[in-house]
């Protein structure tokens, strides 16, 4: 076991050092074109990090469910505006199936009660999907779709499909998608256990390890400047409602860190996605998202309005909060769904469910 | 520089659950019998010295402690999960509780091996309850501050002054008094405190009470004239109280007891609102059921790195500012959420009746062992802001 822990220590430091050199927010933010996108996609790709959830006799680094999601933790510091995490869902997906897995940039839609993707018996994909992360900038996607009433996984090429122009709130991509008669690359059952709902769970635990990276670092970024800046002849460090905001900065950082880093955890030693999963993973969008919108607006405070400015580098991670905080499901989404679970299992079950965690 | 806020994804280990079940098994016995109400402590002020008795002779006090001094030997997370049932049963555990979370580690520190020999076995036989003696008039939040004196005389110290809040004292055996020994110095204003350990029946010590707004007695004022305290019970180096007693610290404000106080709210709302709320129910449970997921997730990581040598200073400081936060705001939340259920519901007087009662406890959860304002600075200091 220590070999593992070792062999994900090194992962993650490779992904630290690659993100830190080819990656770095300000240089990003200061850029007029998007040259820096090229060297770091590929050099994620060359280091295994885009296909880490594939096992490597399906052309994937193979590590550690935990492992991956420290990555994006990683990737979320750096507020890092490429499919990374997209692509690790898709091959993580695909790569439970007898699918190919693709090289290249993918993302993934998982299908939900409002937007249902058909496949007809002719074999051909028609419907739509909402939101699409990085869709219009990757080579493919990996769909839930119906087929006679039960999923399947299905490998879409997405220049088969028509794409619609369009960012999130923090300028990336994200495009609603019109599957008309598509041809996919390939179809499979769906793996057992899994089901739109646990694609969403998988996704959701993502964002909230991407989210908890982007609050350590807006909390970094918040004590460096409080440290920095001068105001009524002191630094405003020193000023006590700077340091209680700053205090409760660090308790959302926190409670962030722990509860998408126990529901990583809880997947990586999980044998499916259950009501433990389920308590986990609900639990971390919902209390990580709420601690992005918290987050966020303690840091553009501290900031004052240097940080409300498009050459500081703090909106390249708050947009981000912002915006992965709906993703794969917000806030309330889960709630109303976490909640719906606890009322139907009943008072009684309420502490030994917690309890068990 | 990177704070490193860091929480290992601890899990409880096996023989912890396994005790668990021991620990549900005796308190459904408990609550069978009558001995106390678990919806919600209103019953007594959460002190019952047999109860506490038969919670020692279960060998669930001093759990961790040394064998030699009637403990156990076990884990903290073992510990971490009597702690929590107890709680979350509304289990009158004062008799004891003060005791096993930080006097009996205190004396095991800096008390001489006489005094250790002697009290700590009784604390762990469920017969010995402590109080803690450090706010005074004048003096709550700024421990340094205060004034009730210690001189040396024959026979030991002679104290004098008046220490207040002190919880439990009408019951205690025994106090872990601060008094001033010496004048603070320019340099160092904490300089000059020293701890004792006090019979809670020497000559001269009278206990008042202080009622709280809901009627209920727990704070008491001590006051302190002319009693002789001897040589043998100064704890640790005199004067230099200040010093001590930090290391305990992060097991005090991190434990469950810091966000499960009126956790009982909680399950009464899920009662009161049944097996299909609307969406403003559903989603008001689902938040507060991640929120509390959420603080346990972070209790248990403290917990666990302290265990394992780690020293999650910052983190633990975090999970009390953060967990009394939530249990304070938890009531009013449960309030706002219950409003349109339906008034003639089975559960709806049960729930009031717990809901009046947690919200007149409230306003003192940010308050003990360390207020919001105090807990801020730490965390501030801890980021390196002060």
């Known amino acids: ?357 | 520089m990177t704070q490193n806020i860091h929480f290992d994804p601890v899990r409880l280990p096996p023989e912890a659950q396994v005790l668990r079940g021991e620990v549900r098994a005796f308190l459904a016995e408990e609550i069978a019998a009558g001995s106390f109400n678990p919806e919600c402590e209103t019953d007594n002020d959460g002190f019952d010295r047999a109860f506490s008795q038969r919670v020692g002779a279960k060998g669930w006090i001093g759990l961790t402690w040394p064998k030699k001094y009637g403990g156990h030997e076990r884990s903290f997370l073992e510990r971490y999960v009597v702690t929590e049932e107890f709680r979350v049963a509304n289990a009158p555990t004062r008799g004891h509780f003060v005791a096993d979370r930080q006097s009996g580690p205190m004396l095991m520190k800096y008390a001489n091996k006489d005094i250790c020999m002697d009290v700590l076995p009784r604390i762990c036989r469920g017969e010995c309850c402590f109080c803690i003696g450090m706010s005074e008039p004048g003096s709550g939040s700024d421990l340094f501050a205060a004034k009730t004196k210690a001189e040396k005389s024959a026979g030991g110290w002679r104290v004098n002054g008046t220490k207040v809040w002190t919880s439990s004292a009408h019951h205690a055996d025994y106090m872990i008094g601060l008094f001033r020994t010496s004048p603070p110095t320019e340099e160092n204003r904490r300089h000059g405190l020293t701890q004792f350990l006090v019979d809670m029946t020497l000559p001269g010590i009278t206990v008042n009470p202080v009622h709280q707004m809901n009627g209920s007695h727990d704070f008491n004022e001590v006051v302190f004239d002319d009693v002789i305290i001897p040589g043998t019970h100064v704890l640790g180096d005199v004067d230099m109280a200040w010093q001590q007693a930090t290391s305990e610290l992060a097991y005090e404000r991190s434990g469950p007891e810091r966000f499960l106080e009126t956790f009982y709210i909680l399950v009464g709302l899920v009662r009161l609102l049944g097996a299909n709320p609307d969406l403003r129910g559903a989603e008001g449970i689902g938040r507060l059921v991640a929120q509390v997921h959420t603080l346990r997730r972070m209790s248990v990581s403290v917990n666990g790195m302290l265990q394992g040598g780690k020293e999650p200073v910052l983190e633990g400081s975090i999970v009390k500012d953060l967990g009394t936060l939530w249990e304070q705001a938890l009531p009013a939340k449960a309030r706002d959420l219950a409003a349109f259920s339906d008034p003639e519901a089975a559960n709806r007087i049960s729930f009031e009746e717990q809901l009046e009662y947690a919200t007149m406890i409230a306003p003192k959860l940010t308050i003990q062992g360390g207020t919001t304002e105090v807990l801020r600075g730490i965390i501030a200091r801890g980021l390196g802001l002060r």
């Open chain 1, 1 to 357: 076991m220590a070999g593992e822990g070792e062999l994900g220590s090194i992962v993650v430091d490779t992904a630290t050092r690659i993100f830190r050199d080819l990656c770095d927010p300000q240089t990003i933010n200061n850029a007029a074109e998007e040259s820096w996108k090229q060297p770091l996609w590929r050099t994620l790709e060359d280091s295994g990090l885009t296909l880490c959830w594939v096992p490597e006799d399906k052309g994937g680094a193979g590590v550690r469910i935990a492992d991956g999601f420290d990555i994006l933790q990683v990737a979320g510091r750096f507020a890092a505006p490429l499919p990374l995490a997209e692509t690790m869902l898709a091959g993580w997906l695909l790569a439970q199936t007898d699918l190919p897995v693709p090289a290249g940039a993918m993302t993934l839609a998982p299908g939900d009660d409002q937007n249902e993707i058909l496949l007809d018996a002719g074999g051909k994909i028609t419907g739509n999907a909402r939101k699409v992360p990085f869709a219009s900038e990757v080579s493919h996607l990996a769909i839930v779709a119906k087929r006679n009433g039960d999923n399947v996984i299905a490998l879409i090429d997405s220049s088969d499909c028509d794409i619609s122009s369009g960012t999130n709130i923090a300028g990336d991509a994200q495009n609603d998608i019109v599957f008309n008669n598509v041809s996919p690359v390939g179809v499979s059952d769906m793996p057992t256990g899994l089901g739109p709902e646990e694609v969403m769970m998988m996704g959701a635990a993502v964002r909230s390890r991407q989210m908890a990276g982007a609050l350590a670092a807006i909390l970094d970024l918040s004590v460096e400047y409080s440290k920095e800046r001068v105001a009524f002849e002191r630094q405003i460090a020193k000023f006590q409602a700077v340091q209680h905001n700053l205090a409760r900065l660090a308790g959302e950082v926190a409670a962030a860190e722990a509860v998408s880093g126990s529901a990583a955890d809880a997947i990586d030693r999980a044998a499916r996605f259950d009501d433990a999963v389920f308590l986990e993973t609900a639990s971390a969008k919902i209390r990580v998202g709420e601690a992005a919108g918290e987050g966020a607006a303690i840091a553009h405070q501290v900031f004052g309005a240097i940080g409300f400015t498009a050459e500081h580098i703090l909106h390249r991670l708050t947009r981000r909060l912002w915006a992965w905080r709906d993703d794969f499901g917000g806030e309330s989404h889960w709630a109303v769904k976490l909640g719906a679970r606890v009322a139907m299992h009943g008072a009684d079950d309420l502490w030994p469910a917690l309890a068990s965690r």
